[in-house]
């Protein structure tokens, strides 16, 4: 029997009080609540107790609100991702040439990839922008919250002088829009190691703290990348050759991601995207600086077949670990919860408990966002996505065996489940 998610990603309850009898209630690092009621007055969780007898337990898992760390909407027309065949810097290359042929309006492919997102339970997400996309048609993010993160890809700093005017656009006028229920927050990605000077991307930590806007970068994602830092060759030295963008000067050898992680920590929060080749030493770093998140993309690393990633001794240093989904060039979908369901199957010690916050609260926190996915106690706020269990999900194997293994298939919360 295939599970659902009623994901209602703005799900309040109307004002009238109402009464929820549910199998589970999981909050992250929390035991899971058992057959536990819950009572919702003026939208608010005004109690939780056990279920009396003659209460009709509806089979369902509350859980807070999910949130994807980082995603790139724009590829959201994609109906299945790019090849990985060859090198990452080939990878590139076919991003490059569909870029270059697609035909659809940036912010249609955004608004597909929201809705998708909202279908999937969705309350808030980290999308990257490109081109001049900065602070335009803000109305395709309507329904669900975003940190727009404005990409800068500049190895001169004077490629980045010509790209100042748009990304100080972005950094004023983001904000709340009267087009949007939810919010929307500015911030700014340096792209990558390979794309940014290191002289720009002290710039744009500058900036980054003069208007307190957070931060994301890909670093360490590849095997390629980590051969262009410390040796200044390999496949990444031979693209940026053809792009006619190749300076020795910026790649001589000898770099670290350490140095680019020291280059971010000024910045008042940042998203360390990927990080798949981090070191134990870049780990240790990270451990100090709680301003500073890593976001693992399960599926995306997958299609990559990279090495086991790092994230539970990542974890265990005490490194602010989410989950992304990275987007349709990389994955064929959006579902931020079936990131998680990875993580569970490949990790069948790890408990529902143990890696919710990844995808809800703890991705919140990342994001500057918080108040957006809180534990469901009482007092606050009633924000939450319903998952629908099988019937045989009593007893806590069958809570993770239906959290690794249920197929999303999304209802409308409505009277019926009250």
């Given at each position: 029997m295939p599970a659902s998610v009623d994901a209602s990603p703005s799900f309040e309850d109307s004002g009238d009080t109402s009464r929820f009898c549910v199998r589970w209630l999981l909050n992250p690092g929390q035991v899971p609540q058992e057959n536990c009621c819950l009572t919702i007055t003026a939208g608010v969780v005004e109690k939780i107790g056990a279920c009396r007898a003659?209460?009709?337990?509806?089979?369902?898992?509350v859980i807070p609100p999910l949130v994807n760390a980082h995603t790139h909407f724009e590829f959201s027309s994609l109906q299945q991702p790019f090849s990985a065949a060859g090198t990452f810097p080939d990878w590139i290359g076919r991003v490059l040439a569909w870029r270059g042929q697609v035909t659809q309006e940036q912010s249609e492919r955004i608004r597909a990839g929201v809705?998708?997102?909202?279908t999937a339970g969705v309350r808030l997400a980290g999308d990257i922008l490109t081109g001049s996309h900065a602070a335009t048609d803000l109305s395709a993010w309507q329904g669900i919250a975003a940190v727009l993160f404005r990409e800068v890809i500049a190895l001169t700093p004077e490629r980045f002088a010509g790209q100042l005017s748009d990304?100080?656009?972005?950094?004023?006028?983001?904000?709340?829009?009267?087009?949007?229920?939810?919010?929307?927050?500015?911030?700014?990605?340096?792209?990558?190691?390979?794309?940014?000077?290191?002289?720009?991307?002290e710039k744009l930590v500058r900036?980054?703290?003069?208007?307190h806007a957070p931060m994301a970068m890909h670093l360490a994602e590849t095997a390629e990348e980590q051969e262009l830092l410390q040796r200044g060759t390999g496949p990444f030295a031979a693209l940026l050759q053809r792009l006619g963008v190749w300076d020795s000067r910026v790649f001589p050898g000898g770099r670290d991601p350490q140095e680019i992680l020291e280059q971010l920590q000024p910045a008042p929060r940042?998203?360390?995207?990927?990080?798949?080749?981090?070191?134990?030493g870049n780990i240790s770093y990270l451990a100090r600086q709680p301003h500073l998140s890593v976001v693992y993309c399960p599926r995306t690393h997958a299609w990559f077949q990279h090495p086991p990633h790092p994230f539970r001794r990542m974890r265990q240093a005490g490194v602010s670990v989410v989950l992304g989904t990275d987007g349709r060039s990389t994955n064929p979908d959006l579902s931020i919860f079936r990131e998680l369901q990875l993580v569970l199957r490949q990790h069948p010690d790890l408990n529902i408990q143990d890696v919710l916050g990844m995808v809800t609260t703890g991705a919140a926190e990342a994001l500057g966002l918080p108040e957006l996915s809180q534990p469901i106690v009482v007092g606050r706020p009633w924000r939450a996505t319903l998952l629908r269990l099988p019937a045989c999900s009593s007893g806590s194997v069958g809570l993770n065996e239906f959290c690794q293994d249920a197929e999303l298939t999304v209802s409308g919360v409505d009277s019926t489940l009250v």
């Open positions: 003659g209460d009709r337990i509806q089979p369902l898992a809705q998708e997102s909202r990304l100080h656009q972005h950094l004023r006028t983001v904000s709340a829009s009267a087009a949007s229920n939810e919010p929307l927050v500015a911030g700014i990605s340096p792209h990558a190691p390979y794309t940014v000077h290191p002289q720009v991307l900036l980054s703290c003069q208007y940042c998203l360390v995207i990927h990080g798949n080749y981090l070191s134990d």
